[in-house]
């Protein structure tokens, strides 16, 4: 079976399948190799059911430092009026606004109220961008998913579907 091995200053051995279906160990730094080859036989069953799911995902594309910081200018361009409008509508105060590097979420937002977004909204049309300005806006009222919060995204977001966006 092959796979990635990465050793570190850990206590566990982890694996992981990742889109496309790449298998990823992660072992403490002296663990023998003959554990890591056990291991992975016992879950044999486990990982080829993952690799065979995460073969059909797409391999998350890579972005140079150059594409990134012209990304987040952009989306730092259009989110910025989005926020103002919606914050001014909402009566909604927030701290500040960062784009990230985020890959996972497209926004957050502290417990200060400040605002992240990710910069892959660069890539996502209007409408959904509004849906995640609304979304975090709404968590500087409820910081969490409440019946309340989701009622407060529903209110403002006229392409709320009835979940989270993404």
């Known amino acids: 079976m092959?796979?990635?091995?990465?050793?570190?200053?850990?206590k566990t051995l982890e694996i992981s399948v990742k889109p496309g279906g790449n298998l990823v160990v992660r072992a403490p730094l002296r663990f023998p190799k003959k554990q890591i080859e056990a291991?992975?036989?016992q879950k044999q069953n486990w990982i080829l059911e993952k690799?065979?799911?995460m073969a059909e995902k797409?391999?998350?594309?890579e972005y140079s430092p150059e594409e990134v910081k012209a990304m987040k200018?952009?989306?730092l361009a259009r989110v910025l009026p989005r926020v103002e409008?919606?914050?001014?509508?909402?009566?909604?105060?927030?701290?500040?606004?960062r784009i990230t590097e985020a890959k996972k979420r497209w926004g957050s937002c502290s417990g200060k109220n400040s605002l992240n977004f990710s910069f892959l909204l660069a890539e996502k049309p209007p409408e959904f961008l509004d849906?995640?300005?609304?979304?975090e806006l709404c968590h500087t009222?409820?910081?969490?998913?409440?019946?309340a919060f989701w009622q407060m995204v529903k209110r403002y977001d006229p392409h709320f579907p009835g979940k989270r966006p993404g």
Do not use: T
């Open 131 to 135: 849906s995640v300005v609304i979304h």
């Open 2 to 10: 092959e796979y990635q091995l990465i050793r570190s200053r850990r």
């Open 73 to 75: 200018q952009e989306v």
């Open 58 to 61: 797409p391999i998350p594309q």
């Open 141 to 147: 009222f409820h910081h969490d998913h409440s019946q």
């Open 85 to 97: 409008y919606f914050a001014a509508l909402m009566g909604a105060q927030y701290s500040g606004i």
């Open 39 to 41: 291991f992975l036989l």
């Open 51 to 53: 690799q065979k799911m």
